[in-house]
């Protein structure tokens, strides 16, 4: 599976952005998709994740109640909703994709986008 991401960019604290991961070379309906992100100077940390078919999602405590994860299967597309966005959710974030069930560790994510800079300012 071949991912992009993109939509990021500079944003105020407060505002939103949504992100957007196209895929390629794989039936998409068969992966499980995740976003993580990677602060400067931290590790990657897992961010939300979503079923094959949609039907269930995941969230760090830290971005629950304020982001969304989406898919539409039909487009081979997955999104990241932001709102509220915080100066602590600075980072580049990155789409990944899973043959596997739906996981929260990066480790067990098989394909990788290439990540999309969010800033958020104060």
């Known amino acids: 599976v071949q991912l992009q991401a993109s939509g990021g960019g500079l944003v105020q604290e407060g505002g939103s952005l949504r992100l957007s991961c196209a895929a390629s070379?794989?039936?998409?309906?068969?992966?499980?998709m995740g976003w993580f992100r990677q602060a400067p100077g931290k590790e990657r940390e897992f961010v939300a994740g979503i079923k094959r078919d949609g039907s269930r999602s995941v969230y760090a405590e830290s971005v629950e109640g304020r982001f969304t994860i989406s898919r539409d299967n039909a487009k081979n597309m997955a999104y990241l909703q932001m709102n509220s966005l915080k100066p602590e959710d600075t980072g580049v974030y990155y789409c990944?994709?899973?043959?596997?069930?739906?996981?929260?560790?990066?480790?067990?994510?098989?394909?990788w986008g290439q990540g999309t800079l969010v800033t958020v300012s104060s």
């Open positions: 070379g794989r039936t998409f309906s068969t992966v499980v």
């Open positions: 990944a994709a899973g043959i596997s069930v739906l996981r929260t560790r990066a480790s067990e994510y098989d394909y």
